[in-house]
């Protein structure tokens, strides 16, 4: 069998590893590296690697591990300041180590397994590589020009966000990984810093990375626009003169950068595969693009040795993208999450110093409130006292914050947790029947502070489905009085909400399990919304543009609706203004190309929406609540942005909402979200602490874990869940047992109180023998 001929383009990281990995694996192979820089010319100082992608590394090639772990420097505290204070946070665990280091000693393997290595050299083009060589393999980075050039098949995007950073290092190591806000007349200014070289024994010396970033128009209105990167550099280390100890930056070959996300629909053709930055780029918050790199080059390597013959190249190829997709996506969510937060470090600096401290270690969400518990108990414990103490719970410091009570108006909840509004489309004629009371029922038993109804329509046109809940008759009025007496009775303390809307150009269509947003086969009726637009061309029926003696009849269908809920004991009522349903399509500037007064820039597309909410807040008592759930974002171009949905918030909040429930989407069908774990509540954050109003965040919040660390963060005030009350309707009550809390947040139902501890799993684990013989 012929030896494999692999060509890497590009001599980082990524492309070393990846040489010698193969190498190694298979000593005939013939493997070349091309680099058009020199050994020793890097971006940037240090490198950050995790526990286990040094644990993949030495298990692949225990040289490159020894010598990275001689040259590793290790710490596992976090510093935080924050106006002049600096809270600390230990049991993190980080090794870092020069980059340039980090090349010889990768070079040096190649070498010293037989890898040819061309520096300053310039690669030749992938398409030339690939008729010479059975693997191509494009680690030519961020700039990737084998991306470029066979763009049309690899699918190529690439996001420019809106900070400007720089890249240095000092000549000294700090004492662990540090994060520092500097608030200038010009705007907010970070730094993160880390050292990667500790100095001889205990003399001092060493160096850190240290990179200073900030929003683009903060750079430009502090006039770094106008410097050169020498005068950039010097005043960054008078900025930051406290955490440098008034030592210099330097910057290298550093400039001011915008960072950029890269994604590729596929990471191989033929015998050509994207590695690394020139296949996916992760923000430098959540750790390095070298570590993804790395990885790459492991998993890459392992697939091509499981498959000797070159002609299964192509399936090794879309083994290692199956296997290295999943785990780069899920770095890439994290990253995004933790992007927009230093992205929006100005809506924040105003926080409580731990709440502040708290947000910035769990921004990613990969690390929550009970991981924090575990790395650092007392720096945790004083989270949890300021939060008692901010917030006046009233309930002692050890309470899960999930249980702490949130007062709305008149109405207090006893916890956090908000069992979501989701459409049941199990109606008949808009009544409620046995279905709706055993439904809502049964999640009032399981705990949570508040139930919401799914969307009850304000009119038989204005459903979506024939299965819709409505409250335009008094028979419906009647079955939804039958649901609230249950909950008042049965689960005192428990308070029900309903929200009312109405489909608008999202109506007449058929139940979701027989064909989501598909027209009903017969029996459609007419649908009208803020433009004459369908929901899908070429398949939804197209509305009928509402004129003012309709919109007339629509309000007054709302406040009609909303005298029959407070007939009907409802304690708060929530308007939908989301989701693309009619109120929203007023709101998106993708759904609404009016003309008139109710058309146009955004306050004149609030105004129907808030003549709505008047009019029903007018008819609502004085002292219940009343929320609004709105889309902050339509997840397309030209739609809703997250400063319209501040804008949106802000007009709800001024007209009498008692806080916004944050939704995002919905809205139009080619619609492509950023879904993945709480992936909707970085705008219930922005909002919250923009606007100082409390908010309700909803959208893959899975876990009581997750519930705790958004409330502590500050991130949200409720949390509606959905799809885990669907699968568990004491989903708040089994929460309670997990977490050993018995106190007034979450009381059993005395029938159920026999269930409140976690029953005993299997025959238990005997301890471990510890007497040895003397």
């Not at 890459?300 to 296997?323: F, I, K, N, Q, T």
């Not at 809920?565 to 203004?577: Q, T």
């Not at 399509?585 to 003309?595: A, D, E, K």
Request: with cysteine; charged share 20%.
């Amino acid at each position: 069998m012929t030896p494999l001929r692999v060509a890497v383009i590009g001599g980082g990281p990524g492309g070393l590893y990846a040489a010698a990995l193969l190498k190694r694996l298979g000593p005939a192979r013939d493997i070349t590296v091309w680099e058009r820089g020199a050994p020793d010319a890097t971006f940037g100082f240090g490198v950050v690697l995790s526990d286990e992608t040094l644990g993949g590394i030495e298990h692949a090639d225990p040289v490159v591990y020894g010598a990275l772990r001689a040259a590793f420097v290790r710490w596992d505290t976090i510093d935080i300041v924050h106006r002049g204070r600096t809270l600390t946070c230990g049991g993190h665990g980080f090794a870092a180590l020069g980059r340039r280091r980090l090349l010889e000693i990768l070079g040096e393997r190649c070498a010293s397994l037989g890898v040819r290595l061309h520096y300053r050299t310039q690669a030749p083009p992938a398409a030339e590589l690939a008729a010479a060589y059975d693997l191509v393999i494009a680690a030519d980075g961020v700039h990737s020009a084998t991306r470029a050039a066979h763009a049309g098949t690899f699918g190529p995007a690439v996001t420019t966000h809106r900070c400007r950073y720089l890249w240095l290092a000092a000549d000294f190591a700090l004492d662990a990984f540090r994060f520092e806000i500097a608030e200038t007349p010009h705007g907010v200014m970070q730094l993160h810093g880390y050292p990667y070289e500790r100095g001889p024994g205990s003399a001092g010396g060493g160096r850190s990375t240290v990179i200073v970033e900030m929003r683009e128009e903060v750079w430009r209105a502090a006039g770094f626009d106008t410097q050169d990167v020498r005068a950039s550099v010097e005043r960054c280390a008078r900025i930051f003169a406290g955490a440098l100890g008034g030592r210099p930056l330097y910057a290298g070959s550093s400039t001011w950068s915008t960072f950029r996300t890269v994604t590729n629909e596929r990471w191989s053709h033929g015998g050509t595969v994207l590695l690394g930055d020139a296949a996916h780029t992760a923000h430098f918050s959540v750790g390095s693009g070298t570590k993804l790199a790395v990885e790459d080059a492991l998993a890459l390597a392992a697939c091509v040795g499981e498959r000797a013959d070159p002609g299964d190249l192509p399936a090794a190829l879309a083994a290692y993208e199956s296997e290295r997709r999943p785990v780069v996506a899920s770095t890439q969510r994290a990253a995004a999450a933790s992007l927009r937060w230093f992205e929006e470090p100005a809506v924040r600096t105003g926080q409580p110093p731990h709440r502040f401290a708290f947000g910035l270690l769990t921004r990613s969400r990969r690390v929550t409130h009970s991981g924090l518990r575990l790395r650092d108990p007392d720096f945790t414990r004083a989270v949890e006292e300021e939060f008692a103490a901010v917030e006046r719970t009233g309930q002692p410091p050890s309470t899960p914050p999930m249980f702490t009570p949130f007062r709305l108006r008149g109405v207090t909840l006893r916890n956090r947790i908000v069992v979501s509004p989701m459409d049941m489309y199990s109606a008949e004629d808009g009544v409620p029947g046995d279905f709706h009371l055993v439904h809502l029922g049964a999640r009032a038993l399981g705990g949570a502070g508040l139930v919401m109804t799914e969307m009850v329509c304000v009119s038989a046109e204005g459903r979506i489905t024939p299965g819709c809940t409505g409250l335009y008759t008094r028979e419906q009025g009647d079955g939804w009085r039958r649901v609230t007496d249950f909950v008042h009775t049965r689960s005192p303390g428990t308070a029900i909400g309903v929200q009312l809307g109405h489909a608008g150009r999202k109506g007449s269509t058929r139940l979701m399990w027989d064909g989501m947003d598909e027209p009903l086969p017969a029996g459609n009726w007419p649908l009208a919304a803020a433009s004459p637009l369908p929901y899908r061309p070429g398949v939804s029926q197209r509305p009928h543009q509402l004129d003012r003696r309709q919109l007339d009849t629509v309000r007054e269908q709302f406040t009609a609706a909303a005298r029959r809920a407070r007939r009907s004991g409802f304690d708060l009522l929530e308007l939908h203004c989301a989701h693309g349903y009619l109120l929203s399509g007023f709101l998106s500037p993708l759904t609404n190309r009016r003309t008139d007064a109710y058309g146009g820039p955004l306050a004149a597309r609030l105004r129907f929406p808030l003549e709505v909410f008047d009019a029903v807040r007018d008819e609502w008592p004085a002292e219940l609540p009343m929320t609004v759930r709105i889309s902050a974002t339509d997840w397309a171009p030209g739609g809703t942005t997250p400063e319209d949905a501040v804008e949106i918030a802000r007009a709800f909040t001024a007209h009498g909402a008692d806080a916004i429930d944050v939704s995002t989407g919905q809205v139009v069908a080619d619609e492509r979200p950023e879904t993945g774990r709480s992936y909707q509540t970085p705008y219930a954050d922005l909002i919250r602490n923009t606007l100082a109003v409390p908010v309700v965040a909803v959208g893959a919040i899975s876990s009581w874990d997750d519930v705790n660390s958004l409330i502590l963060a500050g991130r949200t005030d409720l949390c509606a869940l959905g799809r885990p009350h669907l699968y568990d309707p004491n989903w708040t009550l089994r929460a309670a047992a997990e977490q050993g809390y018995e106190g007034p947040g979450a009381p059993w139902p005395l029938p159920y109180r026999a269930g409140s501890r976690p029953p005993p799993a299997g025959r238990p684990v005997p301890p471990a023998p510890r007497l040895t013989p003397g």
